[in-house]
């Protein structure tokens, strides 16, 4: 025969006591160790998401813009393709500095996702202090004639006919 072995009363209760205790104990851990954890401020994340929207209206505006040549297939294509990636810079710092944004450093760097390599077009080859925000949208070439000065190297570059990464990081340094 099969005996089990029944608490008393007093003795659940006991029981049930430490499990009300230790669940108590798990909860006030739990919500000691979340309230720890350092969660970005809404006002840092509002302004990255702001930075984030400004780089891509602004590479949107650039590429959904008709170039003055015919060659190309947008100005950004154009302004890519001819060296003139400070054109490309002035423009964005126009749209941060309407939107209130001086303070903001940005650069913006051409990749090649076949290749692998990297182009600096406009900005800092530095890294910067603190985090930064990246924005990055692609883009087709068509024209095979353009070239592109490369601040990381200091040197001229060919572009090729094919896909590119156009990557626009931005970061403000402390003060």
């Avoid at 025969?1 to 430490?18: D, F, H, I, N, Y």
């Avoid at 572009?159 to 003060?175: L, S």
Wanted: net charge negative.
């Amino acid at each position: 025969m099969k005996t089990t072995r029944r608490l008393s009363g007093s003795r659940r209760a006991q029981v049930q006591v430490m499990e009300i205790i230790t669940a108590g104990i798990i909860m006030m851990s739990a919500m000691n160790f979340i309230a720890s954890l350092d969660m970005p401020r809404p006002a840092e994340y509002s302004t990255q998401w702001q930075y984030t929207a400004l780089g891509e209206d602004g590479l949107r505006v650039l590429d959904g813009s008709p170039a003055s040549d015919p060659k190309y297939r947008s100005m950004l294509d154009e302004y890519l393709c001819t060296n003139r990636g400070d054109q490309i810079g002035q423009l964005m710092r126009s749209g941060l500095d309407a939107a209130d944004f001086q303070e903001v450093n940005f650069r913006i760097i051409l990749v090649d996702p076949d290749e692998g390599t990297r182009l600096l077009v406009h900005g800092d080859a530095g890294y910067p202090e603190t985090a930064e925000v990246s924005v990055a949208y692609l883009i087709m070439v068509i024209s095979n004639d353009g070239y592109i000065k490369d601040f990381f190297t200091n040197r001229f570059q060919s572009i090729e006919p094919g896909i590119y990464e156009v990557n626009i990081q931005m970061w403000v340094e402390p003060t």
